[in-house]
T-cell receptor
Framework: AQKITQTQPGMFVQEKEAVTLDCTYDTSDQSYGLFWYKQPSSGEMIFLIYQGSYDEQNATEGRYSLNFQKARKSANLVISASQLGDSAMYFC?????????????FGTGTRLTVIP | ETGVTQSPTHLIKTRGQQVTLRCSSQ?????VSWYQQALGQGPQFIFQYYREEENGRGNFPPRFSGLQFPNYSSELNVNALELDDSALYLC??????????????FGQGTRLTVV
């Protein structure tokens, strides 16, 4: 089973509007972390926001917020007041508190296009 | 800018050849992870090096190997290149404490094309 599922291959949003990018995850660990990254065409993965499994409040970072619904195992990214520079690939990722490498599991991503 | 640099940025190799990709990690970080990102996919974990030792590996064959040096920079080596190895290879450095909230800082990647 996929650990991270992003069901929206592509999304369009009007400039200045808000958009929600979906992410569901699958884990049996009690302790895990969820990350969102932005990947512009240059290739670098840019960290946006983090949510820990024990965090009771939804994470916020500027225009980014995370709608965390633990029982549904979803961690959707909300971008408010979209800007043209927000056009990029967005990846949801998870890190589990397991043994071995502390690596990230990524979804397949959502391509966001902001329309002027 | 993260301070993680990868070289080269682009590379074209012939099937069957060997390739070495390099990563200079961010100052103070002790861990380097390598990821393969095929076109249209999310990054897939290859392996991770912590203090010069491999401490985890994803579902990649042994022809993918690596090294981490005392200054925590790293190399990814791929032998007997196949066409399916064509991808963006991302390096991520971090200061690992075992915590799930450890942030990974990514380089800009090396785009490898195998022909």
């Amino acid at each position: 089973a996929q650990k991270i599922t992003q069901t929206q291959p592509g999304m369009f949003v009007q400039e200045k509007e808000a958009v929600t990018l979906d992410c569901t995850y699958d884990t049996s660990d009690q302790s895990y972390g969820l990350f969102w990254y932005k990947q512009p065409s240059s290739g670098e993965m840019i960290f946006l926001i983090y949510q820990g499994s024990y965090d009771e409040q939804n994470a916020t970072e500027g225009r980014y917020s995370l709608n965390f619904q633990k029982a549904r195992k979803s961690a959707n990214l909300v971008i408010s007041a979209s800007q043209l520079g927000d056009s990029a690939m967005y990846f949801c990722a998870m890190r589990e508190k397991g043994t071995g490498a502390n690596n990230l599991f990524f979804g397949t991503g959502t391509r966001l296009t902001v329309i002027p | 800018e993260t301070g993680v640099t990868q070289s080269p940025t682009h590379l074209i190799k012939t099937r069957g050849q060997q390739v070495t990709l390099r990563c200079s990690s961010q100052s103070g970080h002790n861990t380097v992870s390598w990821y393969q990102q095929a076109l249209g996919q999310g990054p897939q974990f290859i392996f991770q090096y912590y203090r010069e030792e491999e401490n985890g590996r994803g579902n990649f064959p042994p022809r993918f190997s690596g090294l981490q040096f005392p200054n925590y920079s790293s190399e990814l080596n791929v032998n007997a290149l196949e066409l399916d190895d064509s991808a963006l290879y991302l390096c991520a450095s971090s200061l690992e404490t075992g915590a799930v909230n450890t942030e990974a800082f990514f380089g800009q990647g090396t785009r490898l094309t195998v022909v």
